[in-house]
Structures are given as structure tokens and as C-alpha cells.
């Protein structure tokens, strides 16, 4: 358990700038592209 | 869908390109992000909450659409010396007049409606209505829509599970958005990483 931890933590101080710069570009972009298309999507309807 | 495919696709090749090229691949970095959230709030409440559209009546919904794409314009122009960032301005642009033109909703085709759905679906869609509260389009016959070449006109292939129509500025914010992730990273100097991310 204790050593699942220490992995955990030791994973989290891999995240770096670069990682969260990156999700927040891409949420960003996805906000965007959502946002500006005006496509009508009918999933499995069709 | 066909633009959340291009946010993949771009990100994978961005990255494969700058890796491939020996350098570390950098997301493109935007100027006044807020702008983006400022502009997508209004179409989550009349679009994809289905808590809040609904009780939205079709004249606020179409404001929403209009304000929300004005909001992300300006976005694209601050943004606009981006890799691609100029393509997608385009594209919005395209699909912003075609909406304002319109009434403020996207003109689907009576043509595209009856590629994309069957009959029965088909039957109980009216001219000249919206196509459900989620829906950003309007049903329209040709003759009626006002630059119709901007419209919701193009049909995924029938062979693909997942149907959708799209306009020509789909297709242009699609690009942009491909082109950007692909090459729109600043490489610093003397950097000599492999392209992880």
C-alpha cells in the first residue's frame, strides 16, 4: 500500500508545465472547435 | 466530431513530427485563453446542458450562438499569427455569416437531411424548425437559405457508424485546427530532447 503511495506521488511530481500547459491548450482548443462548428451530428440515428 | 478528429489527429502528428525531427514538441501557447471560456459558456447553456436548453426558447439560443462565435472570432484574431490560426478564423467566419444570414441558426439542407437520417427520423423533422434543442442547425430547402454554399451541405460517408453533416467552415476550422497542432509549437533553441510531450 505504502509503496502503491510513493509510486503515486512519485508519478504526480513527473507532471511538469509542459504536461499542464498541454491540457490546458487542449481543453482550450476544444472549447474552441466546439464552440465555432455548427456541424449536425446524428450518431447512430442515421 | 469530424473537429475533435482533427484535435487528435493533429496532436498525434505534432508530436510524431517533432519527435521524428528530434526536438521537444511544444503545445501552441494562446493569448487571452479566457476569451475562449467566456465564448463557449453561453452555447453550453443553450446547447449542451440539457438542463439549461431546454429551457431556452429559439430566439435566446440563437443570440447565444451568435454572441458565443462573435466571442471566439475576436479569440482567433488576437491568435491570429498561430500556425493555422488564420484557416480557422476563416472557417468561423464562414459558418458565423451563414448563421447571422440565416436567422441565427446553421441552415441544414433538405438534401443533407435526407443523406443523413432515414425516413422515418426524416418525417418528423418541419421546414423551417430547428432540428432538436441540442441542435445548432435549422431544416432548409435549398432555394431557401442564403449562402448556401456555407451551409451544413457535405454528408460523412454512409460506410462510417457515426453520421454528421458538415459546411464548408467546418472544414476550414478542421484544417486550422490540424495545422496548428502540427506545426504550431515554438521550438527553442539548442533543444536536443526527443519529441515527448
Known amino acids: ?46 | 466530431m469530424i473537429l475533435l478528429t482533427a484535435i487528435a489527429a493533429g496532436s498525434l502528428a505534432g508530436w510524431g513530427y517533432a519527435r521524428w525531427s528530434g526536438v521537444t514538441w511544444q503545445p501552441p501557447v494562446f493569448r487571452a485563453s479566457w476569451l475562449v471560456a467566456l465564448g463557449f459558456l453561453p452555447q453550453l447553456m443553450a446547447f449542451y446542458l440539457p438542463q439549461t436548453r431546454r429551457l431556452l426558447p429559439d430566439d435566446l439560443a440563437s443570440i447565444s450562438l451568435i454572441c458565443s462565435q462573435l466571442v471566439l472570432l475576436v479569440f482567433t484574431f488576437v491568435n491570429r499569427r498561430l500556425p493555422g490560426m488564420s484557416i480557422l478564423m476563416l472557417g468561423l467566419g464562414c459558418n458565423l455569416g451563414v448563421i447571422v444570414a440565416n436567422g441565427g441558426f446553421m441552415p441544414l439542407t433538405v438534401d443533407a437531411a435526407v443523406r443523413l437520417v432515414d425516413q422515418t427520423v426524416l418525417n418528423t423533422l418541419a421546414v423551417g424548425e430547428r432540428i432538436s434543442s441540442a441542435s445548432k442547425d435549422i431544416l432548409l430547402p435549398e432555394t431557401q437559405i442564403l449562402l448556401p454554399w456555407l451551409a451544413d451541405r457535405f454528408v460523412s460517408p454512409p460506410f462510417q457508424p457515426y453520421r454528421f453533416a458538415f459546411s464548408l467552415g467546418d472544414v476550414l476550422i478542421a484544417a486550422g485546427t490540424f495545422w496548428l497542432l502540427l506545426v504550431g509549437w515554438p521550438v527553442a533553441t539548442g533543444t536536443t530532447i526527443s519529441g515527448d510531450a
Do not use: R
Not at chain 1, 511530481?13 to 462548428?37: D, E, P, R, Y
Open chain 1, 1 to 46: 500500500m505504502k509503496n502503491t503511495i510513493n509510486q503515486f506521488v512519485l508519478s504526480l511530481t513527473k507532471i511538469n508545465k509542459t504536461h499542464l500547459q498541454f491540457v490546458l491548450m487542449l481543453l482550450t482548443l476544444i472549447m474552441l472547435v466546439l464552440g465555432a462548428s455548427a456541424a449536425e451530428d446524428v450518431g447512430g440515428h442515421g
